[in-house]
């Protein structure tokens, strides 16, 4: 790619990053979200904690007399986007700064692929085997799966195009829901014979 053309598609996405977002009222009053992006960079810079935060500000994530007043719903799935515990374990609960480079990192990819994602959303698809269920495609997500899918849903909330729930995505979270039923199930059946057994005990 010459010079010129490389100059030219970077100040067209220089000049995307820099449209300006119209602000987003809570309901039902009071002003936006203190970390209610301003541009479109500012959008793709969002933390996850500040994600989490917007997702509850407007009533998403903690459903409420006017969640689904908006003009739009994130149908943010609290169990499905939740952030896993850090364990004593975890190189990031021993040192908080590979976190940050981790974000870092994100938000650079992010960044470098703005415009494709706007224009065809990336579908955020791994093999079964890196998986930790075969049979749901979104089960285990990585850290990045679970930030872009969270910024997809504030995006979609807040009126960016390019920002649909791609099919793989509603299918793996109806497959996560069965599988969290069907534990559910599993434990009561469990804990009802053992109820049993000691009954049958103690005739």
């Known amino acids: 790619m010459a010079p010129s053309t490389r100059n030219d598609t970077l100040s067209k996405k220089i000049e995307t990053l820099q449209l300006r977002l119209a602000p987003l009222v809570p309901l039902p009053s009071g002003p936006p979200h203190p970390s209610f992006p301003k541009t479109l960079m500012a959008f793709h810079l969002l933390t996850e904690d500040e994600l989490d935060s917007i997702a509850h500000y407007y009533h998403q994530s903690t459903p409420g007399p006017w969640t689904h007043h908006y003009p739009a719903n994130m149908n943010w799935d609290k169990d499905f986007l939740a952030k896993p515990k850090p364990t004593a374990t975890s190189p990031h609960a ?105 009954r049958r005990k103690m005739v």
């Open 94 to 198: 021993r040192r908080h700064s590979r976190q940050l480079s981790a974000d870092e990192n994100i938000w650079l990819e992010d960044l470098m692929k703005t415009v494709e994602d706007l224009q065809a959303p990336t579908t955020l698809l791994a093999s079964q085997s890196e998986r930790a269920s075969g049979s749901n495609a979104y089960a285990g997500l990585s850290e990045k799966e679970r930030i872009r899918i969270k910024r997809r849903k504030v995006g979609k909330f807040i009126g960016l195009v390019g920002m649909e729930t791609p099919v793989e995505e509603i299918a793996g979270r109806i497959q996560a829901s069965l599988d969290r039923a069907v534990e559910r199930s599993t434990e009561e059946l469990r804990r009802n014979e053992e109820v049993v057994l000691r």
